[in-house]
Each structure stands twice: as structure tokens, then as C-alpha cells.
């Protein structure tokens, strides 16, 4: 199976023996928090994924996506994308990380992408996919990503960064939002 949600989810977790939990257990106190001052996804949108404001300065709100672009020492790829989600979401709604060549891509012979951002946007643009497109065409890493994340912009008017690996081990993170922390080891240094 390449993705599954609700139902159909919970029953292969505990087919594997997965332990089911009561959705309430999930809830954290920052996320009530995050809940009372969002309730409209619009607005939960608007505020987590805000554009880079002109003058530099921040809202001080951040998102929780953690994602990871790796090559091992024989040049295999991978990449791994994890998100907080999104307040406000529908009942059912998968956002990018869930949908492949979105909110990550691996291609052994061209690179991988992982990518943060509002989902929607990031699944309307193929974010991932596109940015590995790019480096199939011959663009650098750095290249790749900044035409993705334009053609996004452009495109749906959504905002968002990635990390991107190509086969050769150059890789890049860009992002067209406020902020997006991020870190990189190439050869054991430390960027």
C-alpha cells in the first residue's frame, strides 16, 4: 500500500500490533494553545506559513516539520519528512508529507528533497518532484530549489522551503518563508 488514512489506517496498526491510544492522549498543552489562537485554518495558515516579510523582521511563530536528505557512503539517497500538521485541518486531510513527490522525493540517480510549508501549496506544485525535475535538467542543487520554490509562489501563491541532495552529494536548503532552521554535514563538517 502507498498510503492509507482513518479507518483503513487504524486497522492495519493494529494488524501489525501497533498500540491504539485515545486521540485525546495526543493533545499536548502547547497544541491547545496553538488551537485557541487558530481556530480558523485560514488563519493558522496565513500565520504559520507567512511569506519573508520585506523589512526582516519576525512573528516569532514557528512550525514543527522536521525533514532529513541523506547519501551513504555508496551513494544511495533517501530523505524522511515529519510534520505537526495543521491546526484548523479538515477531518481526513493528508498534507504533503503524506503524498509522495510533495513534501519529499527520492530518485537514486538524480536526488531527494524534503519540504516543509503549507501543504496544500506543496501538493498543488509537486514541490519535491519538481525540484528533483530541475536537477534531472541539469540545474545545481541550489538552482533547483530556488526555481521550485518560485514556481510555487508563482503558481499557487504558497509559501515553504526544502532541502534538497543531488546524486553527487552537493545539496542546498532554501526556503521563501520567514525563517526555516536548518543544518548540514557534508565530508564531517558541520554547516
Avoid at 524522511?80 to 484548523?88: E, F, K, L, V
Avoid at 481526513?92 to 516543509?116: F, K, P, W
Avoid at 514541490?127 to 533547483?144: M, V
Avoid at 499557487?156 to 521563501?176: M, N, Q, R, Y
Amino acid at each position: 500500500h502507498t498510503l492509507l488514512v482513518g479507518k483503513g489506517a487504524e486497522k492495519q496498526a493494529q494488524k501489525a500490533g501497533l498500540e491504539i491510544v485515545e486521540p485525546s492522549s495526543l493533545v499536548t498543552s502547547d497544541g491547545k494553545e496553538e488551537w485557541e489562537n487558530h481556530k480558523q485554518y485560514s488563519s493558522a495558515v496565513n500565520t504559520l506559513y507567512s511569506p519573508r516579510k520585506r523589512d526582516g523582521e519576525s512573528s516569532g511563530v514557528s512550525h514543527e516539520t522536521v525533514g532529513c536528505v541523506a547519501r551513504d557512503s555508496t551513494g544511495n539517497l533517501a530523505c524522511a519528512t515529519s510534520t505537526g500538521g495543521i491546526t484548523g485541518r479538515m477531518a481526513g486531510r493528508v498534507g504533503a508529507v503524506g503524498c509522495i513527490g510533495s513534501g519529499g522525493y527520492a530518485d537514486n540517480q538524480v536526488g531527494c528533497a524534503s519540504c516543509t510549508g503549507h501543504g496544500e501549496s506543496l501538493t498543488k506544485s509537486c514541490l519535491a518532484h519538481t525540484a528533483i525535475n530541475y536537477i534531472e535538467q541539469g540545474y545545481a542543487p541550489s538552482e533547483a530549489a530556488k526555481k521550485a520554490l518560485n514556481r510555487m509562489s508563482d503558481k499557487v501563491g504558497g509559501a515553504g522551503g526544502i532541502i534538497l541532495i543531488d546524486s553527487a552529494g552537493d545539496w542546498t536548503a532554501d526556503f521563501i518563508t520567514e525563517r526555516m532552521a536548518w543544518a548540514a554535514i557534508k565530508d564531517g563538517t558541520l554547516n
